[in-house]
């Protein structure tokens, strides 16, 4: 009976302990939504466009040790937005953004 408890506990703990990682690289888009939701800890969410038109992003992680990194070329993107929304210990954004039109608009809540 004990060793049966003792592997129970075992198993959940190296069930718990997976992160997940977000990649995802647009080449072009026009119009459209995209929301991602990361909860737990040591999340990754890594984004790369290269243009977005008319395009509306929202992350949010919530948990501890979280990161989001986003590169954003953004050559003929116009009327985009990016939200981020980060809650929790221990969480980083960084980012290299160029939006090299009419307007994209980001914002970051942590």
Same mark, same amino acid.
């Given at each position: 009976m004990r060793l049966v408890f003792i592997s129970l506990i075992s198993f959940l703990f190296t069930v718990c302990v997976y992160a997940n990682d977000f990649d995802l690289t647009i080449t072009t888009t026009t119009?459209? /939504?995209l929301d991602i939701l990361q909860d737990g800890e040591d999340n990754n969410i890594d984004l790369?466009?290269?243009s977005m038109n008319?395009?509306?992003i929202d992350f949010s992680q919530v948990g501890d040790d979280n990161n989001i990194d986003i590169?954003? /070329?953004g050559r003929?993107?116009?009327g985009s937005s990016?939200?981020?929304n980060q809650n929790g210990n221990n969480k980083t954004y960084t980012n290299t953004l160029w939006c090299g039109h009419t307007y994209c608009t980001?914002?970051?809540n942590q």
């Open positions: 119009g459209g /939504d790369d466009i290269q008319n395009f509306e590169d954003v /070329d003929t993107s116009s990016i939200t981020i980001m914002t970051v």
